[in-house]
């Protein structure tokens, strides 16, 4: 419901609304100004749309033409919807804004006076200050960090809660929120938080008593264990050799149907690139498994003897093992 005292600032708002849409929709748009355009539009659909009782749409129609093309007209007319809104300093904002791009002798000033001179007494003011010679880094106002310069005068805020944030350099943020109303006037002293304390580590029962050394591993265990890991790795190379050796002989009774007078059928073909690469991975699983035993042998003759308990006793798993062109098994487990 509408108080008393707001409805003479409605029926003025009213009373620009229709003047802005007769002023705005008799300047057309100059060719090729799409943001003016744009902003244009925007204006004439959003007071339609609050003529039909839909202010929300209406007012976020208003906003983006303002921020396309200002004019006086929109600034009055975005104005109101803070006033609805309870944005009282967003509208004394938007209200001299827009009085500041007219004429003294339009029409439109007295309105716009009118809720001027009645929204400069509601605003709440707060002023922070900075005490001389204190180290402040920076001041956060509702999550908006401060330029020095705009807090040398009390600052028009919006009534409801506040929260104010003070940095300094070596010091902890110091935080102070408030709640103001509607023309309170009050300042808050942007003292900063406390030192900055470092951490010290807490020294305990445990970090001060002596804890004796593990046992030394077992002499040669490495040795043995490495052995038997290289030497599985081998079998499982000379596995994967003997597969893609049998799948390269195989092939080959096959190429030689398909391949004669040194022309070769697509088969042929594919058979024929498919045996150079099973080559490779032949010639490398050779390598592998030679590499791979000799490894393991060296290692583990090398490795002083030593007993192995029976819960650590070597056991092996095999598992497949799959290479271009075929596959074979590999060897894996605990030794």
Do not use: Y
């Not at 594919?270 to 393991?296: E, R």
Request: net charge positive; with cysteine; glycine share 12%.
């Amino acid at each position: 419901m509408i108080s008393p005292r707001r409805r003479p600032a409605l029926a003025g708002a009213v009373l620009v609304a229709s003047v802005c849409v007769s002023t705005l929709a008799s300047r057309p748009a100059r060719a090729g100004d799409d943001a003016k355009a744009r902003a244009q539009k925007l204006f004439i659909e959003g007071l339609g749309d609050i003529e039909k009782g839909n202010k929300e749409a209406g007012c976020a129609k208003l906003r983006e033409s303002l921020g396309l093309f200002a004019v006086p007209n929109t600034h009055f007319n975005v104005a109101r919807c803070d006033e609805n809104e309870g944005k009282i300093a967003a509208a004394l904002d938007h209200w001299q804004r827009g009085l500041a791009l007219i004429d003294g002798k339009d029409k439109r000033a007295k309105v716009a006076r009118e809720r001027i001179e009645e929204l400069e007494t509601r605003v709440p003011r707060l002023r922070i200050v900075v005490p001389a010679g204190q180290v402040v880094s920076t001041v956060v106002l509702d999550g908006t960090e401060m330029e020095p310069s705009a807090l040398e005068s009390p600052l028009r805020l919006e009534p409801g809660k506040h929260e104010i944030v003070v940095r300094a350099k070596g010091r902890q943020d110091k935080k102070h929120e408030l709640e103001l109303g509607e023309k309170e006037r009050t300042e808050v002293v942007a003292t900063p938080g406390p030192l900055e304390v470092a951490a010290v580590p807490t020294a305990t029962a445990t970090s001060t008593a002596k804890v004796p050394p593990p046992p030394p591993p077992p002499s040669g265990g490495w040795r043995r264990t490495a052995g038997f890991v290289a030497g599985g790795v081998g079998v499982a190379g000379f596995i994967a050799a003997g597969i893609t050796g049998g799948v390269i002989m195989s092939q080959h009774g096959t190429i030689t149907e398909e391949c004669k007078d040194k022309k070769c059928s697509p088969e042929g073909d594919d058979l024929v690139q498919s045996n150079k690469t099973l080559l490779v991975a032949n010639s490398v699983a050779w390598g592998v498994g030679i590499a791979g035993v000799g490894a393991g042998l060296a290692l583990i003759l090398t490795a002083p003897s030593s007993k192995t308990p029976k819960d650590e006793a070597p056991s092996a798993a095999f598992a497949p093992l799959f290479v271009p062109g075929g596959g074979g098994l590999g060897v894996t487990g605990r030794f």
